[in-house]
């Protein structure tokens, strides 16, 4: 995930490159930014970043102006966050879709918000849907440790609870492998974000439960793990 910061005054945009590292630290996540000065300089780039938080109002070119460019070429596939001194132009930006409305100087706690609905823990509100016994269970992925095959079905192991489900192992690989999981044995997919140790051989899950890890796979996992964690 890659964010452009643009603001005309050095020290707005020093709080909010301070603001991220503290985000990519506490988060654990890998975070890249750049910083431009002007929004003629960030317009050539626009292509590169996923996520743009901009002053409002600079001296070349407002923010609205620059925003309403971004929706007309990527639609909602960019994200905008908008920085200001003047609450009262907030109205002024619902054309243009905007993610967060932060006022100056830059609260850390809301930033945090705001990037954590975008990026940070998208785990945090996500969620799995499968069909169990007649009926759809929608599980919070972060709710989930592990997920084991048995006797051809599917067992959703939950810290205290699990759900029978009828889809095959490879699918909810293929559904869960970009927020976090990784199969670590012909029968387990894991959830990496609910892993307290791991070893050559064993698991441990938050819970204190713990399965086997296969031997030829454990490198590629350790890699996984590392990069998942930042």
Partial sequence: MKIAICDDENIWLDSV?????DYSIER?????????????LL????????????????????????AKKIREKYGDKKTIIFLTSYQEIVYDTFAVRVHRFLIKPVDKAKMFEALDAVIGTSNLNSTLSVKSDGKVEIIPIR????????????????????????????????ELVSRGFFRTHRTYLVNMGNIRSFDAKTIEFSNGETIPMSKRRYKEFCSAYLDFNG
């Fill in 43 to 66: 317009e050539p780039k626009t292509d590169e970043f996923d996520i743009f938080i901009m002053d409002y109002q600079t001296p070349e070119i407002d923010g609205l102006t620059f």
């Fill in 143 to 174: 709710d989930i440790l592990y997920i084991e095959v048995a006797d051809k079905e599917c067992y959703i192991c939950l810290s205290e609870d699990q759900i029978v489900c009828h889809k095959p192992i490879s699918q909810l690989e293929d």
């Fill in 28 to 40: 654990k996540l890998d975070i890249e930014y750049q910083s431009f000065n002007s929004y003629l």
């Fill in 17 to 21: 490159v301070t603001v991220l590292e």
